[in-house]
Each structure stands twice: as C-alpha cells, then as structure tokens.
C-alpha cells in the first residue's frame, strides 16, 4: 500500500480560552497564548475542545475564539475547531462559521448526555459528515460523552472521505491500536492522535502522529522536541523529555476536584503572565499555596 502523509501531526495543542469572566473572552491573553505556542514550533492548534472548555463557552464566545485565534495564526498553522454539541443543526451550524473564518478542519466528540450504541452513533457521523463543509476530525472522549467510538465503527466509517482521521483521549491503548491498525489497513492518509499527553511515547510506538496534549499550552517546546525525538529514533534524548512531561503532569494533581487538568493549565498560564485562571466550567478555585505549588512546578519544568 502506498504511504500517504497525514493530513495533521505533531504536537497540536488544545488551546486553552482565556477569559475575563465565565462569558467574556480575554481577547488579549489569547493572542499571548497563540504566540506562545506557536513560538515553541507547535504543529497546529485545536479550539473549543476539553482543555478550552468549549462545551461551556456561551455561543458567541465561541465564535469569538474561532474568529479571533484564525486571524491571529495568519495561516501559520492549521487550526482545527471542536463543535461537539447534543445538537446536530448547532454542531454544522459552528462548522460552517469556522469554514468562513479559515479553518483547517472540525473535531466532533459524539453528543454528550443521552448515551448511544455503536449503530446510532454511526447514524449520527454519517449525518454531521453529510453537512460538514470542512474535513472531520473523529474525538473518541468516553471520560465526557459516556460512549467509546469502537474501532470497529471507525472501520466502517472509514469508507467516508470526509473524515481525516481521530483523535483519542480515552487512555486505553487496546482501543488505539485498534484505532491504528484501521489506519494502516484502511485509511493510511489519516491522522492518529493522542489525547493523554504521558502516553506520547507508547503510542507513537503504535502508529500514532503526533498528541493533542494539554500541557503544551504551558511547555509547548518540551512536547515538540519529545515528537522529534520519538520520530528519529532518538530513545535517550525521548526518556529524558519523557521525564519532564511526566513532572509537568504533577500540575493536574494539585487540584483535586474533576477539572483539575483544566485548572491546572490555567493556573500555569496564569503564573507565566499568559492569562488569568478565570475558567467557564464550575471548578474549584485555588488558595495562594496551589498557586505557589503550580509556580514552582512551572519554573522547575521551564517552558
């Protein structure tokens, strides 16, 4: 079989959203917080998934961010745009905006809430694939919507040319070589992503291109020189940074609340001047000492 090159890989960041308060967005953080990744030679960018709160980001808070980090890029990178949602007319309704605005693709989680088997959750790609007018990114995100995209639905959905490969943050490995071997057997011009920043390696190791990792927003050049590292072959230099994502992952313990990841990105960019820990879900905020802790894991780590 002839090896095409994915569409997407690297290190992709989900972009974290600044914000002022839980409706208005901080406009200028976000433009630090693009440069930042982009200065530490980021692959692309992914808004409006997990790490950026998308699902509770008022309407046009998300188009803002779609809107405002597209300009800011300048075609630099790909930016690539969650619009996963409970409703279908709104998750094409955000995917047609984003076209507008310059995107390079859209990444969908299936609806949240009510759970589906395998059969309507095939339903329900087939029908959003129907209306995209931009290329799909497949999010399998079980720990939010409740449902594992199996591999063998992605099997089936890889006769559809829309789709241009998937995202995986389920942190079952099983499922991502499942993942992988569709790609290899079916689909070889697909991107296969990985979601949990500490697996990088192993599932680089399985066929995967690149993470879509939380902790780039903070360190991104870490993340960028660990792919390098892993795509030559260079196992040493790989442990070492290997290392460093793994202290990096010490950020996501000092909350201890569901949401801490997502606190704990904010509170690192927050102590490098990026933007404020203001976030849209309802988690915990931290007292002065998790502040401390998040610092000093911060300049420990080094970005």
């Known amino acids: 079989m002839t090896l095409v090159a994915p569409r997407f890989h690297g290190i992709i960041p989900p972009l974290a959203t600044p914000l002022v308060d839980r409706d208005t967005l901080d406009i200028a953080g976000l433009e630090r917080l693009v440069e930042h990744v982009l200065a530490g030679g980021v692959h692309g960018l992914f808004v409006l998934g997990t790490t950026g709160e998308g699902p509770m980001l008022p309407p046009a808070v998300r188009r803002a961010v779609v809107e405002r980090t597209i300009e800011q890029v300048a075609g630099r990178v790909p930016v690539l745009v969650g619009i996963s949602d409970t409703v279908l007319s709104d998750s094409l ?43 799909l990114v497949l999010y399998n995100m079980p720990e939010m919507v409740k449902v594992v995209l199996g591999p063998e639905l992605v099997r089936r959905l890889a006769d559809s040319q829309r789709i241009v490969g998937i995202k995986d943050s389920g942190g079952d490995l099983e499922t991502f070589a499942g993942y992988s071997k569709v790609v290899r057997e079916a689909r070889p011009d697909w991107s296969l992503l990985i979601g949990p920043e500490q697996m990088l390696p192993q599932a680089h190791a399985l066929g995967g291109h690149g993470g879509v990792c939380g902790g780039a927003n903070v360190c991104p050049r870490v993340f960028v ?31 201890t609340e569901p949401g801490r990841v997502i606190v704990g990105v904010k509170g690192a960019l927050a102590a490098l001047g990026i933007c404020s820990d203001v976030t849209a879900a309802w988690f915990e905020q931290l007292d002065a000492d998790h502040k401390a802790r998040i610092a000093a894991i911060v300049t420990e780590i080094g970005t």
């Open 93 to 135: 309704a955000l995917a047609r905006f984003s076209a507008e605005s310059g995107a390079a693709a859209v990444v969908a989680a299936p609806p949240y809430y009510f759970p589906a088997g395998q059969e309507p959750l095939e339903r329900w790609c087939r029908s959003l694939v129907a209306g995209l007018p931009l290329p």
């Open 225 to 255: 020189d660990l792919q390098a590292a892993l795509e030559r072959g260079d196992e040493a230099r790989a442990a070492g940074l290997q290392q460093k994502v793994l202290a990096l992952g010490r950020l996501y313990s000092v909350g």
